[in-house]
């Protein structure tokens, strides 16, 4: 079992960048697939990204699709988001999540470990 911390969020104009980061603990978190969920207020928690174990496969939104990018360091047992030409909608707490499988996933019921989140605020 891993435990995941995220960091990086914060307030950032419409067009500008951020990058989450989100340390997991525990010696196999590279065998897990991680993703990135985000939930506005009053909304679902929803899917945004995922990536493979060996960082070779990767699968986004449609809605952040060319502007964000998901990578994993798993020497540093470390998992990032890379959010480029951010827009208001991007509004919402993140959270990073993983799975233990080699399959990605884009349902929230396929991962069963969740950060505590960050929060995102974008500007317009």
């Known amino acids: 079992q891993v435990q995941l911390v995220e960091s990086g969020g914060g307030l950032v104009q419409a067009g500008g960048s951020l990058r989450l980061s989100c340390a997991a603990s525990?010696?196999?978190?590279?065998?897990?697939?991680m993703g990135w969920f985000r939930q506005a207020p009053g909304k679902e928690r929803e899917f945004v990204a995922t990536?493979?174990?060996?960082?070779?496969?990767?699968y986004y939104a449609d809605s952040v699709k060319g502007r964000f990018t998901i990578s994993r360091d798993n020497a540093k047992n470390t998992v990032y988001l890379q959010m480029n030409s951010l827009k208001p909608e991007d509004t919402a707490v993140y959270y990073c999540?993983?799975?233990?499988?080699?399959?990605?996933?884009?349902?929230?019921?396929?991962?069963?470990?969740w950060g505590q989140g960050t929060q995102v605020t974008v500007s317009s």
């Open positions: 999540a993983a799975q233990n499988s080699l399959a990605l996933a884009t349902m929230t019921s396929e991962y069963n470990t």
């Open positions: 525990g010696r196999t978190f590279s065998s897990y697939t």
């Open positions: 990536i493979s174990w060996t960082g070779a496969n990767t």
